[in-house]
């Protein structure tokens, strides 16, 4: 065994080597300097997001980023193209505008969800009402005839806009504590409303709709102030608006004590039809083994509550900035690097999933997969996502790297196999070594993860930069590793649960018409 005094002589010869590589390697240097000299990334962000803006699969905004994306590459002399995958139902948000008109007046603030239907031009004026409160589902069948010309209050009303860190800053424990019985207690009193209707919370839109209903407005609060999650309608013919905490909270309590809430309404949108859905694939050419892959993987979509900033905007850009920064430096990689910007990660991975099964001769041969998605934090946890000799070669790539980004980033090896989440589970399924660079939460799940505020503003420049030398330097690294990444993986646990074997995830096919009755 050795002693601690010959550990930490080791450990001081491994970082006095690690250092001279660094300083050593021409190319590192190069890439940092790029990097931090001669920045594209503010540039990119708000033609991206601020211009673009956001990217729901199926919208003219998604097919403009893909096109903006290809003509971005081709200035800095890289070859790119969409590769189209399957179809999804085409949307375009249009104005909305929802005011109280009883008893008070108030603009309310709130948006349409995804693939809603529209609104005449001109909208709708009707009472909302809160959804029938029935003691089983025939009681509520009996009660459905309440909702026909109402708008219907179909979310839990948040007794408190407050975060929870908020309270316990500032409250006395007691009332804390008050508080939150009182608000699982009412939690629990809506689950059994809804619960009691007979249908889950997809399928009850389309009930209240076939029931007569003007409109569906929902609350999915997001525990932050401010923020909402902004994801998909469920319904066919009639508007499904979501608003913000307060106004909900406000229109809900006047319906609640009989004041008799009536909102106008302007939701319009588009319904284009069934179009195509792309990945966007740029690549520099291998010299040497240009039928080997390195893949540079970010997600392009998003939910468009906000413009897709840190979800996944700054993955996008880490990916783009790398791939710019690589061309000029290291323009003859002996392995062919590829970006691979993925529609309709949001739905269930459907563009890499496609991908994958559309390129089984890439695949076989990817020499690593690095994939950035979770915000616009600085990378801080790397996992070798069950592959036993992981350690070896990331090791030996992350140790070209700046101690100033390096030292950061906690390792897992060889950790368990990812299997969702990101893109990078899509090509771990089929046996590539795939990895995720994952980030700091710059509080992302609360505030920006498919929010409504998940916007340019919420971006850390400095921790972005970071993650696109990190990036360009791992490709660099593994392009130029002499031997071809092992692929060995782990005998996994028994799961805990069923005391079963586990077993490594399954490769599955993208969804490649969505959306689509």
Known sequence: MKTKLQLAFASIALAATTSFAQQQDPIVQEIVKEATENSQLKKLGHELLDVIGPRLVGSPQMELAHDWAVKTYAGWGISAENQQWGTWKGWERGITHIDLVEPRLRTLEGRQLAWSPSTSKKGVTAEAIILPEAKDSADFQSKLSMVKGKFVLMSFNEPTGRPDYNWEEWATEQSFEKMKKERTEAKNAWRARMKATGYSSRELPKILEKAGAEGIITLNWSSGFGVNKVFSAYTGNIPTVDLSLEDYGLVFRMAENGNKPELHIVATSKDLGEVPTFNTIAS????EKPKEYIVLSAHFDSWDGGTGATDNG????????????????????????IAGHWGSEEQGLNGSRAFVKDHPEIVENIQAVFNQDNGTGRVVNLSGN?????????????????????????THFPGMPGRGGSDYASFLAAGAPAFNLSSLSWSYWNYTWHTNRDTYDKIVWDDVQSNAILAAILAYKASEDADKSSREQRVLPLDSRTGEQMTWPEPRDATRRGGLD
């Open 284 to 287: 520099i050419e291998g010299s």
């Open 386 to 410: 069950g592959l036993v000799q992981a350690y070896d070669y990331l090791g030996e790539w992350l140790a070209a790297v700046p101690d100033s980004i390096s030292k950061q980033i906690e």
């Open 314 to 337: 700054t993955g996008t850009l880490v990916m783009m900035e790398a791939m710019r920064i690589l061309k000029k430096v290291y323009p003859n990689p002996k392995r062919t690097i």
